[in-house]
Every structure is written in C-alpha cells, then in structure tokens.
C-alpha cells in the first residue's frame, strides 16, 4: 500500500531564507508525486508534481521539489521563503494504475518577518 | 479559483440528521473526488467516481454515499450524522484517472454537528 509521511508537523523560517518541507514516500512501484498548498479556510491548490524525467521540478510561488528515488523522498524546496507563504503544505503520491491519491499528515509553514 | 464549485459553503445540522453535499466539477474533468478534512484524522479519501460510475472507494463510512450524474456533477450523502463528523469536506476533480493527472480541489464544505 502506497503511504506519505512528512515528518515534521511545524517548520519555522525566516523571511528571505531558503525553506525546506520534507516528504518521505512508499509505493510498490513508480511513484507520482504531488505538492499542495493549503491557506486558511481554503481548499487546497496545486503547487507541482513529478511524474518522469528530471528529479528538479519546478512549480508555482517559485517552489520546486527534488524527487531522490533512492531516498524515497520528494522535498519541497524555495531559495527565499515570504511570509506569504505562510501555509499548510501536503506531500501526496500516487502509484501507477492507482486510483487514490494518499496524502501527508501536512506540515505547517511560518515565515517570520 | 481552481474551477470545482462546492456547496453548501458552511452547514450546521443536528446529531441523527442527513445532509447533502454538492459538488461541479471543472469544466471538462471527468474525474470527481471527495475528501474528508479533521484535525485528527488529517485528509481522508472517501471516494472516486469516473464519468458516473464509482472507480475507488476509501474510508467511507456506510452512513455515507455518493454518485456522479449524467452531467458530471456529484452529491455526497451524510446521513444519521453524528458530531465526529464534523468536518471539512473537499471535492476535487480531475481531467482523466491517470496516476499522472493532476486533481484540482474545491474550497470545501464546513460541516457541523451540534
């Protein structure tokens, strides 16, 4: 059975640091991976996701993710964090011919000014 | 605004009631999801219809039912609520059911039960 896990429920940052959300994965076969964002009482938007080719991807706001296949992980990462990027986040993946989409406890951003 | 319309927005019901849940899809999708949001439970898939017939089914209780209609939009059934289903409920849809495609969400149905 596929699963996520994010291992940290909060990461604190400093505006204009570079910021780091981990995600750790489990399939039984090739993974696609998905990174949503969540703000307050809103539902959740699509930010990027890696389905073949190159581990670097790159996405909405400026954030990319780095897919480590034999690390089984999917890091959400973005060079200069903004306080508006204040968020929930959620690592979600899916295996090929799957129907579910599994997600991530979450993680909660907070960039200080 | 990712294009999948949820209604009602927020609702406040009673223990032992049944409420209804609706939610369009993005123009063209065939593809509907429903998700459950709570604290302490995180987000859990529910269930997953395509082009009107149901194609996966997660935690859903029994109390709970959905379908998709010929016009793609899909209802969700809560019945005999109790208050440990207060919660967010999310609609998402996508294009196609490929592993590789992308779900777009509503913004969510706040249910309550008092």
């Known amino acids: 059975a596929q699963s996520v896990a994010q291992p940290e429920d909060q990461v604190n940052v400093a505006e204009g640091n570079p910021l780091t959300v981990k995600c750790t994965y489990s399939v039984s076969g090739n993974p696609y991976l998905f990174w949503y964002v969540q703000y307050p009482n809103r539902g959740l938007q699509f930010l990027l996701k890696?389905?073949?080719?190159?581990?670097l991807v790159k996405g909405s706001y400026g954030f990319e993710a780095e897919f480590n296949k034999s690390q089984t992980s999917f890091h959400l990462k973005k060079p200069s964090a903004l306080v508006s990027d204040s968020a929930l986040y959620f690592c979600?993946?899916?295996?090929?011919?799957?129907?579910?989409?599994?997600f991530g406890p979450g993680t909660r951003l907070s960039v200080l000014p | 605004d990712s294009g999948v319309t949820q209604t009602p927005k927020h609702l406040i019901t009673a223990t032992g009631q049944r409420v209804t849940l609706r939610c369009s899809p993005r123009s063209g999708d065939l593809s509907v999801y429903w998700y459950q949001q709570s604290l302490d439970q995180g987000l859990q898939f529910l269930i997953h219809y395509y082009n009107g017939e149901e194609r996966a089914k997660g935690n859903i209780l029994e109390r709970f039912s959905a379908q998709q209609f010929p016009d793609l939009h899909s209802e969700l059934n809560l019945s005999s609520l109790e208050l440990g289903d207060s919660a967010l409920y999310f609609c998402a849809s996508s294009e196609k059911t490929g592993a590789g495609n992308t779900i777009y969400f509503g913004e969510g149905s706040w249910l309550t039960v008092v």
């Open positions: 890696y389905i073949t080719g190159d581990n």
């Open positions: 979600a993946v899916r295996e090929m011919g799957g129907q579910n989409f599994v």
